[in-house]
C-alpha cells in the first residue's frame, strides 16, 4: 500500500481483499479507530483447521496501513458471522504516512 493517507490505504486494500474474495467493509467508527469486517474467507476450511491464518489476516492489515496496531474482535473460523478487526491509528496518523 503506497498511498499517502491512511484513508487512501485502506481504500487500496480493501480493493485487494474484495479482489481476494473476502467482500471487505471498511468503516471509521472514531477519529482514532477503523473497523474492518470481512464478510467471507476464501481459507475458511484451512483457517478453521490451523487459526494461524486468522493471525496472518491481522498482521497483513497492520503491515499495510502501518498506522498502528490491529486487534482481532471475531473470526468467521470461530463461528461468527464475519472477522472483525479493529485498527486503532497511532497519535498523528490520519492524514499522511511517515516514510
Known amino acids: 500500500m503506497n498511498a499517502p493517507t491512511v484513508e487512501g490505504r485502506i ?5 485487494a481483499q474484495a479482489e481476494q474474495g473476502f467482500f471487505p ?4 467508527t472514531t477519529p482514532g479507530c ?3 469486517t470481512l464478510r467471507h474467507c476464501p481459507v ?3 483457517a478453521r483447521k ?7 489476516e491481522r498482521r497483513v492489515i497492520e503491515t499495510a496501513l502501518a498506522a498502528g496496531p490491529v486487534e ?3 473470526s468467521l473460523a470461530h463461528g461468527e458471522p ?11 496518523e490520519g492524514t499522511s504516512r511517515r516514510d
Open 11 to 15: 481504500a487500496q486494500l480493501a480493493e
Open 25 to 28: 467493509a471498511w468503516e471509521q
Open 34 to 36: 477503523w473497523t474492518a
Open 44 to 46: 475458511i476450511r484451512v
Open 50 to 56: 490451523y487459526p494461524e491464518f486468522c493471525e496472518l
Open 72 to 74: 482481532r474482535l471475531a
Open 82 to 92: 464475519g472477522c472483525v478487526f479493529h485498527v486503532h491509528l497511532a497519535r498523528g
